[in-house]
């Protein structure tokens, strides 16, 4: 693949224990998916990354000057995967919004927990554009771009709120198919098949009432691939979503070249508590396995994996990676926050063109970033591109924190970080095995 990453692809940031998400579809159209732009990324001894920061520096720019970002997904409202949330929302234009109905439901239980900041930004920005899709319905026109939002899943008290009143073109349930990203179809191209959230799951803990899709991505010769993300959901939702499409015979939305490890590589995937003790459950197991493609990779984003559990520590859990590695390919299982290592960790990035789908190397990402920051300075650049090359700035703040860059104050801008991430990169071996999808 030379120096050019594909067009279509995928980057998953190392921010710790926490998802964000970056899935590029063509020059002018990024989806993030949930983002966890730590405040501790200011702290000297933490290898995070200021998500925002580099974000807004690979983005487009919009019709209105702006950097654009066609679509936000929130998979749900935890604080590890909305941090960042209001911030990017002041500098960037969001062209469309994916919500669920969960924090409509928190929102008018007395006896919930208070959203976090972030939570209550995003919340306040989907009502904004429930009223303005409203209007623009009574007008008879579609809402404008920076006021679309998709409302994905449906709750018990649905018609007890504004969005029930937006229509089918609105609204998004298990079993559908979404192509349309802020009111343009990229049929053939992008493809969101939606699991869940469940209308039965709507009252449950947060966790299960996560956004889980399937995302295809398509080039132009047709080859494609498929990744699996769950977020933060546990045994007995997955093995539901597994179960209702199989018994649907719709296997081909169970497929996956890369499986975002749900709920950052806990253990309750795949061990359920039974009278004191973890219980391996083989049935879900057996299910991914089932529907893993050849050279299936999974990405754990979280902190490095421990050698060992201590019963109730936060994952990542020791036990739910040892089983991740009985299912796929020697070397497939990736921690982001030690790829390729936990001293200089660089953002996993995953890519689709004519030679399929696979986990880019290392240093062809880097030779990418190099091609990337010269076109920078001349014009247009491969968006992918774009979005790696600011993302391998989080080797560079890991090893500035880590004293491979000494005396180094954070005050760069985004520019100014990849230019570092490139010299830092250039200080040491780049691993040259391939991972996953083949050998390019």
């Known amino acids: 693949m030379g120096e050019a990453l594909p067009e279509l692809g995928a980057v998953f940031w190392p921010v710790g224990t926490g998802d964000s998400s970056t899935v590029v579809v063509d020059e002018q159209t990024v989806v993030q998916v949930d983002l966890h732009d730590m ?20 983005l487009p720019k919009g019709a209105d000057g702006r950097p654009y970002l066609a679509v936000f997904v929130l998979t749900h409202a935890d604080k590890d995967h909305c941090c960042g949330f209001a911030d990017l929302l002041d500098r960037v234009t969001i062209g469309q919004l994916w919500a669920t109905p969960r924090l409509w439901r928190e929102y008018d239980d ?80 992008f493809e969101a098949f939606i699991h869940a959230p469940f209308k ?9 009432t996560s956004l889980s899709v399937q995302v295809t991505l398509t080039e132009d010769g047709g080859l494609d691939g498929k990744m699996l993300l769950f977020g933060d ?49 083989d049935d879900v197991l057996e299910a991914l396995e089932r529907h893993a493609r050849d050279g299936a990779v999974i990405v754990s984003s979280s902190g490095p994996v421990p050698d060992t559990d201590t019963d109730g520590e936060n994952p990542p859990h020791r036990m739910a990676a040892d089983r991740y590695r009985e299912i796929v390919d020697a070397g497939n299982f990736i ?25 880019l190397r290392v240093d062809v990402v880097e030779m990418s970033v190099r091609s990337a920051l010269k076109a920078a300075a001349a014009g247009p650049r491969r968006r992918l591109a774009a979005v790696a090359a600011a993302a391998s700035a989080a080797g560079s703040i890991a090893a500035s924190r880590s004293g491979a860059v000494p005396g180094r104050a954070e005050t760069r801008t985004g520019p100014e970080r990849v230019r570092d991430a490139v010299a830092a990169s250039r200080g040491g071996q780049a691993p040259a095995a391939p991972v996953g999808f083949g050998s390019d």
């Not at 405040?39 to 690979?58: C, F, M, S």
Request: charged share 35%; proline share 5%; glycine share 6%.
């Open 39 to 58: 405040v501790k990324a200011d702290d000297d001894d933490t290898h995070e990354v200021p998500v925002v920061d580099l974000l807004v520096d690979a």
């Open 110 to 189: 007395p006896d919930a927990p208070e959203p976090c900041k972030d939570a209550q930004a995003f919340q306040e920005e989907s009502e904004r554009r429930v009223k303005a899709t409203k209007d623009a319905i009574a007008l008879g026109m579609a809402p404008a771009s920076g006021d679309r939002i998709l409302v994905v899943g449906y709750d018990t008290d649905h018609d007890k709120h504004a969005y029930a009143e937006l229509g089918d073109a609105y609204l998004a349930t298990p079993g559908d198919s979404v192509t349309e990203l802020d009111g343009k179809d990229f049929a053939g191209r």
């Open 200 to 208: 039965a799951d709507c009252a449950e803990a947060r966790n299960e």
């Open 233 to 281: 959901l546990a045994h007995d939702t997955i093995m539901k979503i597994f179960d209702y499409s199989e018994a649907a015979k719709r296997e081909q939305y169970l497929e996956w070249d890369l499986l975002l490890a749900p709920h950052h590589c806990s253990k309750k995937v795949m061990y359920t508590r039974q009278d004191g003790r973890d219980v391996r459950q």
């Open 335 to 359: 921690c982001t926050m030690e790829w390729p290592s936990e001293e200089a960790p660089v953002p996993v990035t995953f890519g689709v063109d004519a030679e399929g789908a696979r986990i």
